[in-house]
């Protein structure tokens, strides 16, 4: 978790909130990624930026929104979460997501989401 | 299409004896593989890659990894278990050759809790 940072750690909404997930990365890495982790299922990814651009959205419903407004910085915007979406949301980071790189990626402590 | 299979839900050794964590893959191309660990509200820690070359592969806090092409496996071994190995292990692997969108991807097997009992 060294070099990747997650706020906040826990976090508790409504469904009609609004909320925002922060990660900060300090590797000089130039990509970085948003994975959900649920109980019992693999780690799903959600978003791919690779130098501040988007370059995967996995299907991900539109009530998640990420916003990289430069290499170090990640966002995840919530807004009528439903009781489903709560789960372990993890940051990561690397070098860059070249499809044929072997960097291997730098995951942050992950925000623990519950939706009431 | 691409997938990591960790056949065991949980291992349990005796702290000092040998550990393996078991994984299998399946790629349409050359796989990079590698290893995570996750400790309990941590995030997942980079513990060792297969890329290329020397199938023993050698990593973080004594782990090891073998990669065995003819049988598709990447298994994780550890000469002597210490409690502090009790983790979430997680298997991935990236297809370099794959096609589309799902070239590039990291694709993870579900885990493995490993328990090391003193």
């Known amino acids: 978790e060294t070099g990747v940072t997650q706020t906040p750690r826990h976090l508790v909404m409504g469904m009609t909130n609004k909320k925002s997930l922060k990660c900060e990365q300090h590797?000089?890495?130039?990509?970085m990624y948003w994975y959900k982790q649920s109980a019992k299922k693999p780690l799903e990814l959600m978003f791919v930026?690779?130098?501040?651009?988007?370059?995967e959205n996995n299907s991900v419903p539109s009530r998640f929104s990420p916003e990289c407004p430069n290499s170090s910085h990640l966002f995840l915007h919530l807004h009528t979460l439903q009781p489903e979406d709560s789960a372990l949301y993890l940051c990561?980071?690397?070098?860059?997501?070249?499809?044929?790189?072997?960097?291997?990626?730098?995951f942050g402590p992950g925000t623990r989401l519950t939706v009431t | 299409a691409q997938s990591v299979a960790q056949p065991e839900d949980q291992v349990n050794v005796a702290e000092g004896n040998p550990l393996t964590v078991k994984c299998t893959y399946s790629v349409s191309g050359n796989p990079y593989l590698f290893w995570y660990v996750q400790y309990p509200n941590r995030g997942l820690q980079f513990l060792l890659k297969y890329i290329t070359g020397d199938n023993l592969v050698k990593g973080s806090y004594g782990f090891e990894a073998e990669f065995n092409k003819s049988q598709t496996s990447f298994h994780l071994k550890k000469p002597s278990a210490l409690v502090s190995d009790s983790a979430l292990y997680f298997c991935?692997?990236?297809?370099?050759?794959?096609?589309?969108?799902?070239?590039?991807?990291?694709?993870f097997g579900r885990g493995t809790q490993l328990t090391v009992w003193p």
């Open positions: 991935a692997v990236r297809d370099w050759a794959g096609r589309g969108s799902t070239l590039g991807r990291l694709y």
């Open positions: 990561a980071s690397s070098q860059d997501s070249n499809p044929r790189g072997s960097y291997e990626q730098y």
């Open positions: 930026y690779n130098f501040k651009e988007q370059t």
């Open positions: 590797l000089g890495h130039n990509a």
